[in-house]
């Protein structure tokens, strides 16, 4: 009984067991290794981050013009391993899992204890996995702050909608409803006809019926980042975001308006325009706690449109 009560009682960083060597060797190759810096370049797919969701609030920019933001709060997120598997067609997949929201060793799985002992992370709430290009592995331990992303850039949003229960059609699908008059009788909000006759005799599948709404992942696509700061690690974003407050969301650069846009620009040679306006580089591979120390507390992107209060003349 004490052997199975002895590993409770040791705390995470006196703990060595044989995977642990691994670790530190690797902390002593980064920090060994070469004095130039990675670069990001428009081929390069960096990882996300975990975040939580701390609600929505309104800001102005400097014409005066109220914006909407969602506050989003990294909690200790850090890299717990490095993902490298060979698919059937020899091609190799590469991926950096992220683990985010400290938990008390008691209530971790030992299974998972052993993989945040061997990673030298404290146990975590999530852990997630973001696909990455080969050049966009980070260390194993490494804490990812607010400055892994730059204001002015876009990002996706992914989590889980608020779950609303069974819902009707009109709600739900967003149907107009019969009239609300004109003899219409009790069916004011029915969804009407959902087949046709004896042929083909049953409704298509796929049909836009009564069911449940909410509670699914969503992609919020292209958000704006309005704002960083770096002392809360806070990352203020334009617009709303799935889920409910304090729930957690797995944040990255945006697909269409960052990663497939530069790869487009640059196959085109058009170099000045590989990254949104005012963004000049992304931090890479990631943006680290250690960043973060060297930049100013809050940062602040300028306004992407012109100010609403000027009367519109056509050029």
């Known amino acids: 009984m004490l052997r199975l009560l002895l590993p409770q009682l040791i705390p995470i960083e006196r703990c060595r067991l044989l995977h642990s060597s691994i670790v530190s060797l690797a902390k002593e190759s980064a920090a060994?290794?070469?004095?130039?810096?990675?670069?990001?370049?428009?081929?390069?797919?960096?990882?996300?981050?975990?975040?939580?969701?701390?609600?929505?609030?309104?800001?102005?920019?400097?014409?005066?013009?109220?914006?909407?933001?969602?506050?989003?709060?990294?909690?200790?997120?850090?890299?717990?391993?490095?993902?490298?598997?060979?698919?059937?067609d020899s091609s190799v997949y590469h991926a950096v899992q992220v683990a985010a929201t400290d938990r008390p060793w008691k209530t971790t799985t030992r299974q998972m204890r052993g993989h945040f002992t061997?990673?030298?992370?404290?146990?975590?709430?999530?852990?997630?996995?973001?696909?990455?290009?080969?050049?966009?592995?980070?260390p194993v331990g490494t804490t990812l702050s607010a400055a892994h992303f730059v204001p002015g850039q876009y990002v996706d949003v992914i989590g889980?909608?608020?779950?609303?229960?069974?819902?009707?059609?009109?709600?739900?699908?967003?149907?107009?409803?019969?009239?609300?008059?004109?003899?219409?009788?009790?069916?004011?909000?029915?969804?009407?006809?959902?087949?046709?006759h004896q042929d083909p005799g049953r409704v298509w599948p796929g049909r836009k019926m009564a069911g449940r709404l909410g509670g699914e992942r969503i992609t919020q696509q292209n958000l704006y980042v309005a704002r960083i700061d770096n002392k809360l690690n806070l990352i203020y974003v334009r617009g709303c975001v799935p889920g409910f407050d304090n729930a957690h969301l797995l944040v990255r650069d945006a697909k269409k308006r960052v990663t497939q846009l530069a790869k487009q620009h640059d196959e085109r040679g058009w170099t000045e325009n590989i990254l949104p306006k005012g963004v000049v580089d992304l931090p890479f591979p990631a943006g680290t706690a250690e960043l973060a120390k060297s930049l100013p507390p809050v940062i602040v992107a300028p306004s992407n449109r012109r100010s609403p209060f000027l009367p519109y003349t056509s050029s």
């Open 32 to 88: 060994s290794g070469d004095a130039t810096p990675a670069k990001w370049s428009p081929s390069s797919i960096r990882t996300g981050v975990i975040a939580r969701k701390r609600g929505m609030a309104t800001l102005w920019d400097e014409h005066g013009a109220a914006y909407p933001v969602t506050i989003l709060q990294l909690e200790n997120c850090q890299v717990t391993a490095n993902v490298e598997t060979v698919r059937k």
């Open 118 to 138: 061997k990673a030298g992370v404290q146990p975590k709430l999530i852990v997630k996995e973001f696909p990455v290009t080969e050049d966009a592995h980070v």
């Open 160 to 196: 889980k909608s608020i779950g609303k229960g069974y819902a009707g059609t009109m709600k739900r699908w967003n149907f107009h409803g019969q009239s609300a008059s004109h003899g219409t009788s009790i069916s004011h909000r029915s969804a009407g006809s959902t087949g046709q």
